[in-house]
């Protein structure tokens, strides 16, 4: 099948790999550019994935390069500015890796943003399209438990790493419900960074979900590095 839509990464590491891999699964994608500072990493990203064309700059390959989807595999403190600039050159779609942002005003900007250009924004959950996560929410779902009442979470590396995931699962597992509100606590104590971000070295907060339900996450006060219950 000829591809039809053409694709972008920006960011060359770990993450970018995977979106590359990913879309080569697809026939009708064509990974036609990628932007990436470091030379070496771009060559071996491109030279691996069989990459026309190659940018140090990613307003150069937005520029350049008519582009459906644009994937943002770059750390936090970027990915408001890269959708941002994406956006404004009206792709069909943004991939931006996880986690969204780092504070919510910089999470509405992008929602806005892409809002009012007609630009449908993904973020990075791809966890729950795992075989078993989507199985359990069928479960749950159909009423095999009754009705939750509390899903449980705990795991470490921060609410920015793994944190992102978990809270993700809470809602994607009781059917994605709207939230009513939040009660939290965090605890810094040492100088810990999550790439460049000053976080938390320990964290609880409480989720009510519209219709009764609750979330209860708790990062970095357990030994288990992921666990939902």
Not at 36 to 60: C, H, S, W
Not at 81 to 107: D, H, R, W
């Amino acid at each position: 099948m000829t591809a039809i839509y053409r694709a972008g990464i920006v960011g060359a590491g770990q993450i970018g790999r995977a979106h590359a891999v990913g879309y080569q699964g697809v026939d009708s994608v064509e990974i036609v550019a990628v932007t990436e500072p470091n030379d070496q990493v771009r060559g071996e990203f491109m030279e691996l994935y069989e990459i026309p064309a190659g940018y140090t700059d990613m307003k150069e390959m937005m520029d350049n390069e008519d582009l459906d989807f644009v994937s943002v595999c770059t750390w936090h403190l970027l990915h408001e500015p890269q959708t941002l600039l994406a956006a404004s050159y009206l792709p069909k779609a943004i991939i931006c890796e996880k986690p969204m942002t780092v504070g919510t005003a910089s999470a509405d900007r992008m929602i806005v943003e892409c809002e009012e250009r007609h630009v449908k924004l993904v973020i990075g959950h791809q966890r729950r399209f795992y075989h078993s996560w989507t199985r359990a929410r069928d479960l749950i779902l159909e009423g095999a438990i009754g009705a939750p009442q509390i899903v449980t979470t705990k795991s470490g590396e921060g609410l920015l790493n793994c944190g992102t995931h978990v809270i993700d699962a809470c809602r994607y597992l009781m059917g994605d419900p709207e939230t009513e509100w939040v009660m939290g606590a965090v605890e810094r104590k040492t100088d810990r960074y999550e790439r460049d971000v000053r976080v938390e070295d320990c964290c609880m907060l409480l989720i009510q979900f519209k219709g009764g339900a609750q979330a209860l996450v708790q990062s970095d006060l357990t030994p288990e590095h992921w666990a939902v219950e």
